[in-house]
């Protein structure tokens, strides 16, 4: 069988509605149902995950929290940020959760390669790190064998609000970007590099654009 993906390109949308869509979509989706890779930001946000704890939350201010149902602690997003959402049928793609996880890890640091920036995951903190700061985040969720919910790459934001948490649950854990690493930066060509690392590394043959938006779900 030739594995596909599909990708949407999505740009700025509220975190409450991609996360709807994303359980609709995992919630009603079947063995014939297609993989899809969704790229977008979010406006300012908190997301506290399954098992956060409060105190990991210092002072959010103005930006709002929600409580979702990814793993992980208390993270942020905001503009500049690229978002990928992955939904996959992670059984038919023969792969186990840890395996998965590699496999994004591993497709963040061969695009930060391609940028001339060596970085590395760590097997006890999820995510990827450049000289020990947090560059991309990961949180994952599997429902019935499928995945939802995904990563964060710092892209060309402010990454104030991340002195607002604890990020990840990490009390003083540095936080980077590219642009603080290479200068300015186009995330629309990040996006297009990262989708072509995440199929490569997932294992699918093929991928195409998916258009239109994310209505059907929602």
């Known amino acids: 069988m030739t594995l596909e993906v599909g990708v949407r390109e999505l740009g700025q949308i ?75 049928d992670v059984r038919r793609l ?19 390669a391609g940028y001339g920036i060596e970085a590395a995951a760590k097997a006890d903190a999820p995510g990827v790190y450049v000289n020990g700061a947090k560059i991309a985040s990961l949180g994952l969720r599997i429902r019935n064998g499928r995945s939802f919910h995904g990563l964060a790459l710092n892209v060309d934001m402010d990454l104030e609000p991340f002195r607002r948490i604890n990020p990840c649950g990490y009390a003083g854990l540095p936080m980077t970007q590219l642009r603080d690493l290479i200068g300015p930066i186009d995330i629309s060509e990040v996006a297009d590099r990262l989708r072509d690392h995440l199929v490569r590394q997932l294992g699918y043959a093929q991928q195409k654009t998916l258009a239109g938006g994310i209505e059907a779900y929602e």
Do not use: C
């Open 14 to 88: 509220e975190y409450r509605t991609a996360w709807q869509a994303m359980q609709h979509f995992t919630n009603t989706r079947d063995a014939d149902s297609g993989d899809e890779i969704w790229l977008l930001q979010h406006p300012p946000v908190f997301t506290q995950g399954q098992a956060g704890k409060a105190e990991h939350l210092l002072f959010p201010g103005e930006i709002p929290v929600v409580q979702v149902d990814r793993g992980g602690q208390v993270t942020y997003h905001g503009p500049g940020q690229l978002v990928g959402y992955l939904l996959l």
């Open 94 to 112: 023969g792969i186990g959760v840890r395996e998965l996880v590699n496999r994004i890890e591993q497709s963040l640091i061969d695009l930060l």
